[in-house]
């Protein structure tokens, strides 16, 4: 057989295989139908990563270095470079330097965060690069809804008012909280927010009921008080199979020296009937919603 037969042989096979390619593709990448919530083995510090259903991914805080980048091509298909939100809780390092390699190697759509001063050079130079790439920044200072699709919506709650260009003696306490609805389920997101900032979110009468808490400062005593903790798991149900649906996930590193987290949140979280995950423990978590039920994965 001639050498212009086989060249249209390989042709043709070549048109297969990248067919195929294709088709398996399309399928492999359907939008997903349930949201997921994984909080990121970064060691000590916050990153969580939400996959939502109608396919966005949103970061929320990065960890305090480069590790949140592994993690993050853990968690999503190798082609997916693309963060739609970006949430920067507070400025601390352990919430912030971690989203400096993710800007230089992801491509980032929009972000939200308070615009609180603090003169770290890690929160300097993410903000820098934030200004030098023009990406989307938004400002909250006020209560407001971000909707992903017709049964999945971000509530942010906290702050309630402009901290643009404030220095605050706790940086803590203004953390972004933010209350993410999928179907029946709730998640509750309060980065470092501790015990006055909890008591300024109780008397608005916000409501701050939620299947998963993601326990604010890494499971310290100075957060989680009892009076916020039941109004955040107010209702308790149980899922399909029997298993308290209710959860609380604390991020925090192996052997740290803040002696995170506190035996006593541990405690107070177990008598409310709440199954505390930890990522020292468990590493990544994956919790998946189907708008009924959050199942750990």
Known sequence: MSLKF???ILLILGIVVCATAVVLFWFAYQTPKNLEVDFLDIGQGDAILIKAPTGQNILIDGGPDKTVIKRLS?????????????????????HVSGLIDVIKRYQVKK????????????????????????????????????????????????????LL???????????????????????????????QGEIKLLDSKVDLSADVLKVGHHGSDTSSSNRFLEKVYLVREQDSSGIKSRVAVIEVGKDNGFGHPNLRIIKRLERLGVKVLRTDQSGTIKLISDQQNVYFK
């Open 165 to 195: 260009g404030l220095e605050m003696e706790n940086l803590n306490n203004s953390s972004l909280v933010i209350r993410m609805v999928f179907g029946k389920t709730k998640f509750l997101f309060v980065g470092d927010l501790e015990e």
């Open 6 to 8: 086989y060249k249209k």
């Open 111 to 162: 972000i939200i965060y308070s615009g609180v001063v603090h003169n770290s050079p890690n929160y300097l130079s993410w903000l820098k690069l934030v200004l030098d790439k023009k990406i989307n920044l938004t400002i909250i200072d006020r209560q407001q809804v971000i909707k992903l699709s017709d049964n999945c919506w971000l509530e942010i709650i906290y702050p309630q008012e402009s």
């Open 74 to 94: 853990e968690n999503l298909p190798w082609w997916d470079k693309q963060i739609d939100l970006m949430v920067l809780t507070h400025p601390h390092d352990d």
